[in-house]
């Protein structure tokens, strides 16, 4: 059974910073894409960051550029997002997904691009 899990979510003060992780069990992702996305009530499922199979290339979207960085680790099927100077606007739901490439598409912003998804970790950034 596949399964992604993510964790590292809570309640934090803006300017703050989280780590999340993304544990995937079941089935070897190594060979994959992953990304982050989040999603805040009555909003859309929005593009945060992706990665490349091997950890070498990476994207993000306009508003966390310079204050996320998404890594892996392949070896243990584990993926993180650490956030720095979290903003009121942060606050979401963060899940984790996997591509169905070892590179992401020129969409790799698009939610159509990844066949896999966790349940989510909550962030809420208080000011």
């Known amino acids: 059974q596949v399964q992604l899990v993510e964790s590292g979510g809570g309640l934090v003060q803006a300017g703050g910073s989280l780590r999340l992780s993304c544990l995937a069990s079941?089935?070897?992702?190594?060979?994959?894409?992953m990304g982050w996305f989040r999603q805040a009530p009555g909003k859309e499922r929005e593009f945060v960051a992706v990665?490349?199979?091997?950890?070498?290339?990476?994207k993000y979207a306009d508003s966390v550029k310079d204050l996320f960085t998404i890594s892996r680790y392949k070896a243990k099927n584990t993926m993180w997002l650490q956030m720095n100077s979290l903003k009121t606007e942060d606050t979401a739901v963060y899940l984790c997904?996997?591509?169905?490439?070892?590179?992401?598409?020129?969409?790799?912003?698009?939610?159509?691009?990844?066949?896999?998804w966790g349940q989510g970790t909550q962030v809420t950034v208080s000011s």
């Open positions: 997904a996997v591509a169905g490439t070892r590179y992401y598409s020129s969409r790799y912003y698009s939610t159509g691009e990844y066949n896999e």
């Open positions: 079941g089935r070897t992702f190594s060979s994959y894409a």
């Open positions: 990665i490349d199979w091997r950890g070498a290339s990476r």
